[in-house]
């Protein structure tokens, strides 16, 4: 999946208090579109499905049995709609 690393030290947070800080060298940024072998993605979100789970992304199917994802390193924009906000990046073109 195409990732940026993190160059920030994260947070974790419960009502605005830290928890915990996760430095920036482990932590990568994922990206859309991932992409899978058809029988692996299919086998995954059967399995999600199945046991009725909540994920994240596919990747979070695919690392659920026990797939390894790979993190190629994109460093690019990867503009796409996910808020309201984002829509303006897409109206100009």
Same mark, same amino acid.
Do not use: Y
């Given at each position: ?10 947070? *974790? ?5 830290? *928890? ?17 072998? +058809?029988? +692996? ?8 499905? @199945?046991?009725? *789970? ?8 695919? @690392? ?16 796409? +709609? ?12």
């Amino acid at each position: 999946m195409a990732a940026q690393a993190v160059t920030d030290t994260i947070k *974790l947070s419960d009502d605005g208090v830290s *928890l915990a800080a996760f430095g920036p060298f482990a932590l990568w940024a994922v990206q859309t579109p991932q992409t899978f072998a +058809v029988e +692996v993605i299919r086998r995954a979100l059967a399995i999600v499905r @199945e046991r009725k *789970l909540l994920v994240t992304d596919d990747t979070a199917a695919c @690392e659920l049995i026990g797939q390894a994802v790979e993190l190629v390193c994109h460093t690019g924009p990867n503009p796409k +709609v996910t808020r309201p906000e984002d829509v303006p990046w897409w109206s100009c073109c």
